[in-house]
């Protein structure tokens, strides 16, 4: 499994080598903010499988967890390209707008839903968590 993507204006690029962890729709606070008032879409991949080339601007925050996410943004067109989280340093955070069509990701589930507006439409087939859900298990990478 592999994808490529790119940011708007093209000044970053991605290229990663790996089947994602999971898919999910995020409607928590800062998400909104960075996607225009809906969910942001995210695929999780794990951290040795992406590769990013071009100049990103990180900006930091303390989420309600108490954990540092730093959201990548590519730093000439604002793109949002991708998140992590000082605690999962083993998995990368790639937002769905910047992989390159077509391809076979799509969220499995919404999560921070209480914080969602209460127009928002969420797809009832996706698997749905008030709040943060639990972190996928998967193998520690070597
Ligand atoms: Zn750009
Ligand atoms: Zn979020």
Redesign the pocket.
Known sequence: MSYTGR??????TLAIAGAPITARQCWCRQCQQIAAGGPTHNAMFATQDVTIHGDLTGHHYVAASGNTITQSF?T??G?PVMGQSDARPQFRVIRLGTLDAPHDIRPLMAIWTEDAPAWAAIDPALEQFPRQPPPPSIPEPS
């Open positions: 940011c708007a204006c093209g000044a970053v590519c000439a067109c793109t």
